[in-house]
């Protein structure tokens, strides 16, 4: 059954791409990306609630083919981990993050995927998500909302592997990786990533705090 929301996707899709376009590429660099998308006003007045997941898809594309491909990465990749601390400072209950932080990875993440199932209405619209929570882990979103109707020869959302990175390298284990293995908009049947970390790392002992690994532009 289709979710109320379908079509809608949470704001910090919104949010996280403007603060991390002025913050890396300054207000210049922010307005014409804002600007090739036609959401200057979202740029102008941030949105408070859950915004149309075309909106969404349209600053992507306009991110994509206003900057070079690394680039565009980056700052997608960047606006992910961003929306990721959001989702660990307001919404996921500190209890729970203190629960998952000393579990053993692989039942963390079954425990942390079966919550981002739940809420994925918000992040994937009107598109699929699935998971499987074997080793690697495997998520996938079909018809996918970020990268629909786009055509490229590589993956193209960096914004969800951000995403998963942050919370998975939180709360399952701090040494994860996230690549996004297919893509639709490089012919794939779906946006689908893969998520690992190393199999010794059994004990949460791990969970030293770990510096943000965040995507430097160059």
């Known amino acids: 059954m289709a979710h109320a929301n379908a079509g809608l996707i949470g704001p910090n899709a ?4 403007a603060e991390t376009l002025r913050e890396r590429l300054g207000d210049d660099a922010a307005h014409d990306i804002f600007a090739r998308a036609k959401l200057e006003a979202r740029l102008s007045v941030p949105p ?12 992507q594309t ?25 989702l660990l400072a307001r919404r996921i209950p500190k209890f729970a993050q203190f629960v998952l932080k000393r579990l053993p990875p692989r039942m963390a993440a079954r425990t942390l995927l079966s919550a981002i199932g739940k809420h994925a209405w918000t992040f994937a ?3 699929t998500f ?4 074997d080793y690697p882990v495997l998520v996938s979103i079909a018809n996918c909302p970020l990268c629909r ?18 919370l998975f390298e939180t709360l399952v284990s701090r040494n ?25 790392a059994a004990q949460k002992a791990e969970h030293a705090p770990a510096a943000h690994r965040q995507r430097e532009l160059t």
Not at 63 to 73: I, P
Not at 130 to 133: G, L, R, T, V
Not at 149 to 166: I, K, S
Request: proline share 3%.
């Open 14 to 17: 919104i949010i996280r791409v």
């Open 48 to 59: 408070e609630s859950m915004v149309p997941e075309t909106e969404v898809g349209a600053l």
């Open 62 to 86: 306009a991110l994509f083919e206003g900057l070079a491909g690394e680039d565009a990465k980056r700052i997608s990749f960047e606006a992910g981990l961003r929306t990721g601390d959001y």
């Open 125 to 127: 619209g009107s598109g």
């Open 130 to 133: 699935e998971a499987k929570a």
């Open 149 to 166: 109707g786009r055509h490229a020869d590589e993956p193209q959302c960096d914004f969800y592997a951000g995403t998963f990175q942050r």
């Open 176 to 200: 994860t990786t996230v690549r996004e293995i297919e893509c639709e908009a490089a012919g794939g049947s779906a946006c689908i990533f893969e998520i690992e970390w190393p199999k010794n």
